[in-house]
C-alpha cells in the first residue's frame, strides 16, 4: 500500500538519524497504518516520521522495541504522578486481580475511593465516578444545566475539555465561534467564548446572556498552563458565578492533587462549584470523576428527585469504579495524601525549567522555558520577542502570542529530535513532570535539548 508523504525531509541528517535508531517502530508503523487513520489511536502520539512503541516503562523512564532508553515525559498523558509501575500501585491492582475485575455490583472499595477524594478536594460535598475526562466535562455540563434550568456554557479560548462537541471549538481552531467539522450548528451555539484573563470581556458576556448554566476553565491554564491564567482572574470569575447565579466548573483532569494534594483549588483558595478529575485520580488506570456540591449532584439522586418531584438525570457507565480502578486510585491518592509527592514534582520542575533557560541562553536560541506546578513548557518564539520567564508566568503575553504559529517541521524535527536523544516530551513542546524524574534525568533532559537545538541549526532550522 502507498501511503502519502510524510512533512519532513526523510534525508535531514537528524530524520535519517532517528530513522536509524527506531527501525523497529518504523516498521510498526507502517502496519498501523492500514488499521488506525495515521497508524495512530490518540491525536497527541502523532509523529513523523513515525512514533515510537514502547515495551515497558518503569519508574521516569521507558523502553521502545528497538530497545532504545527514554526519559519518559508523557508519563500517561499525565495521568503517573507518581511515575510508572509505583510498588504500592502495581502491589494494589495485583491483589484486586485475584478477586475479580468487574462485579457488575457495589463493593466497598469504591467506598473508600469516594471518601478519599471526598478528604483531598474541597468542593467535593459529593462524588460521581466515571471513566475518562471527556465523559467527564460532558456530565459536569449536563448537571449544571439540569440544576441552573439553563442551556448555554461559557468556554475559555485555548482551554481543553475533552474532544466532546461542546468543547471542540475555540480549542486549536475555530475561535471565532463556528462549528468544528462534524459538530451540529445548533449544539455549538450554546457555547460561548471569551478570552482568557479579561473580566471585562467576561463580564459583558455574562451580561449579555441569561441563560449561562457553566463557565469551565483549566484553571491553572490551557494545555497544563502553556497560556498561564492570574489569580485575578480565577478569583473573579468566582465572583462573577455567584453573581449570575451560574455554575463555576474546574477542569482538573491534569492540575487535579499535582498543584497540591487537593488541586488547583487548594493551591489557588478558590472553591469551584463542581470540579472535573481524571489522570491520576484512578492512579494511572481508566477512571475520573465528577465532584461538587451536594445539591448539584443531587440530580443524579433517585429518592432525592423522587422526593422533588423532579427529573432524575441520567447517568450510566459500565467501567465506573472498577474494583481494580478503585484499588488503583486508593494507592495512589494515598500516597499523594501522605507523602510530599507534589512538592517533589513541582520541585523538579522548576529545577528542570532554570536548568534548560540557562542552556538555552548558552546556545543563544530565544527560546524560553517556563511553567508551575511542575509542568513545563518550551516557548519557541517564533517572532523573537523580547520576555522572560517571569513575564509569561505573570501572564503578561495574550493567547495569540504564546501559541504564535511555529514551522511545523521545526516543531515536528524538535519532538523526534530529543527521541533522538533519549527524551519523550508532549508535541506542544512541553510536559508534566513525575515525582519519579531525578537530577539524572534533568541532566539528559536539557543535553537533549542541547544537541537538538546544535542540530536544527546545522540543518538550517535556526539562525
Not at 253 to 277: H, K, N, Y
Request: aromatic share 8%; net charge negative; with cysteine.
Amino acid at each position: 500500500m502507498t501511503y502519502p508523504p510524510s512533512p519532513l525531509d526523510l534525508d535531514s541528517p537528524l530524520v535519517s538519524a532517528y530513522c536509524r535508531k527506531t527501525a523497529g517502530s518504523a516498521r510498526l508503523a507502517d502496519g498501523a497504518r492500514n488499521v488506525f487513520p495515521s497508524g495512530i489511536t490518540h491525536d497527541a502520539r502523532y509523529i513523523e516520521p513515525h512514533g515510537i512503541y514502547v515495551t515497558h516503562a518503569e519508574g521516569a523512564h521507558k523502553w521502545d522495541v528497538d530497545g532504545n532508553d527514554y526519559v519518559d515525559y508523557s508519563g500517561g498523558h499525565g495521568a503517573l504522578l507518581l511515575g510508572h509501575n509505583h510498588p504500592v500501585v502495581v502491589a494494589a491492582v495485583q491483589e484486586q486481580l485475584s478477586k475479580g475485575t468487574h462485579y457488575g455490583a457495589n463493593h466497598e472499595l469504591e467506598i473508600e475511593w469516594g471518601e478519599l477524594i471526598q478528604k483531598m478536594v474541597p468542593c467535593a460535598e459529593r462524588v460521581r465516578l466515571t471513566n475518562t475526562g471527556t465523559e467527564t466535562t460532558m456530565l459536569g455540563l449536563r448537571l449544571a444545566r439540569a440544576f441552573t434550568g439553563r442551556e448555554k456554557i461559557l468556554r475559555i479560548k485555548g482551554h481543553f475539555h475533552g474532544w466532546h462537541d461542546y468543547a471542540s471549538a475555540g480549542f486549536i481552531s475555530h475561535f471565532d465561534g463556528t462549528p468544528a467539522r462534524g459538530v451540529p450548528a445548533g449544539t455549538n451555539d450554546s457555547v460561548l467564548l471569551t478570552p482568557v484573563n479579561d473580566l471585562a470581556a467576561a463580564e459583558e458576556v455574562f451580561a449579555a446572556h441569561a441563560d449561562i448554566a457553566a463557565v469551565i476553565l483549566e484553571p491553572t491554564g490551557s494545555s497544563w498552563g502553556q497560556v498561564p491564567t492570574t489569580q485575578e482572574f480565577i478569583e473573579g470569575l468566582r465572583r462573577l458565578a455567584s453573581q449570575y447565579g451560574t455554575m463555576l466548573i474546574f477542569d482538573e483532569v491534569i492540575s487535579g492533587f499535582r498543584c497540591a494534594p487537593g488541586g488547583a483549588q487548594e493551591a489557588l483558595g478558590v472553591t469551584p462549584d463542581l470540579a472535573i478529575l481524571g489522570k491520576i485520580v484512578s492512579g494511572g488506570l481508566t477512571g475520573a470523576a465528577v465532584v461538587g456540591r451536594k445539591d448539584v449532584l443531587d440530580v443524579l439522586d433517585f429518592r432525592v428527585t423522587t422526593q422533588s418531584g423532579d427529573e432524575k438525570v441520567f447517568h450510566m457507565g459500565t467501567f465506573n469504579a472498577a474494583p481494580t480502578t478503585a484499588a488503583a486510585g486508593i494507592a495512589a491518592l494515598g500516597l499523594i495524601r501522605s507523602t510530599d509527592t507534589c512538592r517533589q514534582a513541582i520541585g523538579y520542575g522548576e529545577k528542570l525549567i532554570d536548568a534548560l533557560n540557562e542552556m538555552f541562553n548558552e546556545e543563544s536560541v530565544s527560546w524560553i522555558s517556563y511553567g508551575t506546578y511542575g509542568g513545563f513548557h518550551v516557548f519557541l518564539n517564533p517572532e523573537n520577542i523580547s520576555t522572560s520567564r517571569q513575564r509569561i508566568e505573570a501572564a503578561d503575553h495574550s493567547h495569540d502570542t504564546l501559541k504564535a504559529p511555529v514551522s511545523p517541521a521545526l516543531r515536528m524535527k524538535l519532538r523526534i529530535g530529543v527521541l533522538l536523544h533519549g527524551v519523550d516530551i508532549q508535541g506542544w513542546p512541553g510536559a508534566p513532570v513525575t515525582a519519579a524524574h531525578n537530577d539524572s534525568d534533568l541532566d539528559r533532559t536539557v543535553e537533549a535539548f542541547r544537541q537538538t537545538i546544535r542540530l536544527l541549526r546545522q540543518e538550517g532550522d535556526l539562525d
